[in-house]
């Protein structure tokens, strides 16, 4: 049986939001034994929409889904002294916490840091917050759009002239969770052959922000930054509507004007207004119209691999439905079908990225609310079944 490259390594997951839960399952996908320990309520995420069958139950969220395969559950009350106790209980048995409070807020609990670190030295605790655990910002909230806007990057996303643009989807969370996860794999490096632990601090913010380098380098030589496009001038380079949805052409790469003009069936094309690159900017609209009359009758599954035999740099726009029938992504296994026990069978994006000696392990769907509660506190931590019964009275877990 292939293991995982975290084989050993034992994880506990308090986050409630995209960036954490993406931080642990990622180290749950390569081996990592992760329990999410929630509110006795549940985490934040599942009542997070889109809903399996647009049902708003907690089981069906899928954000919850996805952000939480591999994962083991349980629930955990950290407003309680007990619930604190038990934390730090756990904490004796585990490699790495994972978190997304407000900076400060464990440790006015108790159970910040320093405080579980002095339980266990070789702790690795990643914290993943808006703006990090200090500066004038930290104890602000923050949202993806926040992120983003904070971040720079939507102050060169969409037209010139009009209102900046965020990308679609939460990317910006990702991003924070991909570098939460790479940050806690070389801390775990270190603890392997220091026996040390340490405290990750990652900024959402910042994480966005990392991205600009090449435009916040240009800034401090040239006092230049780059611009939203322009709304007039070519669509090279943007999306350009079709028959049946949108495609992407970019001048360069391994075909020449020549070759470019051929694909879209206009001679007129190689006049001088086109062929030369400066004076094609100049006459942008004229061309963009050429273009659209040649592809508004063509469709961009037979435009793609004729733009491939023509060695074009050529995208087309998918859509859900084609992104999950994607020939390329199922053949390198991209999407897993897993069994849930309330939402069933259902098949979900699963692999990022693969190692070929400690491939990506598939162990199980995302926990449900408590499931795993009998496992941890009695079987693991020694409570009886009444002991477990009355912490659950007392809304402890």
């Given at each position: 049986?292939?293991?995982?490259?975290?084989?050993?390594?034992?994880?506990?997951d308090l986050s409630e939001d995209i960036a954490g839960s993406f931080c642990a399952r990622l180290l749950a996908d390569y081996g990592a034994d992760v329990l999410k320990l929630e509110p006795p309520q549940g985490a934040g995420l599942r009542k997070m929409g889109p809903f399996f069958g647009d049902d708003p139950h907690p089981e069906k969220s899928l954000f919850y889904l996805v952000m939480n395969l591999n994962k083991k559950g349980a629930t955990l009350n950290l407003e309680t002294a007990t619930g604190r106790s038990l934390l730090k209980q756990l904490t004796d048995h585990v490699d790495v916490i994972i978190e997304s409070y407000r900076p400060g807020h464990l440790s006015q609990l108790g159970i910040g840091y320093q405080e579980l670190s002095d339980i266990n030295p070789a702790l690795v605790m990643t914290s993943i917050t808006p703006f990090g655990q200090d500066g004038p910002y930290s104890q602000y909230k923050g949202e993806e759009i926040v992120n983003y806007a904070m971040g720079m990057i939507m102050s060169i996303s969409g037209v010139q002239g009009q209102e900046p643009l965020k990308h679609g989807g939460f990317q910006a969370q990702y991003e924070g969770g991909l570098n939460a996860a790479a940050a806690t794999a070389m801390a775990l490096f270190m603890q392997f052959n220091t026996?040390?632990?340490?405290?990750?601090?990652?900024?959402?913010?910042?994480?966005?922000?990392?991205?600009?380098?090449?435009?916040?380098?240009?800034?401090p030589f040239s006092?230049?930054?780059?611009?939203?496009?322009?709304?007039?001038?070519?669509?090279?380079?943007h999306p350009m509507p079709c028959a049946d949805g949108w495609i992407i052409v970019q001048t360069g790469g391994g075909a020449s004007w020549e070759d470019i003009?051929?694909?879209?069936?206009?001679?007129?094309?190689?006049?001088?207004?086109?062929?030369?690159q400066a004076?094609?900017?100049?006459n942008g609209e004229e061309l963009d119209g050429i273009v659209l009359?040649?592809?508004?009758n063509r469709s961009k599954w037979e435009l793609f691999p004729k733009a491939a035999q023509t060695r074009m740099l050529f995208g087309l726009v998918q859509t859900p439905l084609e992104l999950a029938e994607c020939a390329q992504l199922e053949s390198?296994?991209?999407?897993?079908?897993?069994?849930?026990?309330?939402?069933?069978?259902?098949?979900?994006?699963a692999v990022l990225f693969n190692l070929s000696l400690t491939p990506?392990?598939?162990?199980g769907p995302a926990p449900t609310l408590g499931q795993h509660n009998r496992e941890i506190y009695v079987e693991g931590l020694g409570y009886s079944r009444e002991e477990m019964n009355r912490l659950r009275q007392l809304n402890v877990i």
């Open positions: 049986m292939s293991v995982g490259v975290f084989d050993g390594v034992k994880v506990l026996g040390e632990g340490q405290h990750i601090d990652v900024s959402t913010t910042e994480c966005v922000a990392s991205t600009m380098l090449a435009t916040q380098t240009l800034y006092g230049g930054t780059p611009i939203r496009r322009r709304a007039s001038g070519s669509m090279f380079g003009s051929g694909f879209f069936e206009s001679p007129e094309m190689l006049e001088p207004r086109f062929s030369d004076q094609r900017s100049q009359n040649n592809i508004k390198r296994d991209f999407y897993r079908e897993i069994e849930h026990p309330v939402i069933g069978k259902i098949k979900v994006p990506y392990l598939q162990c």
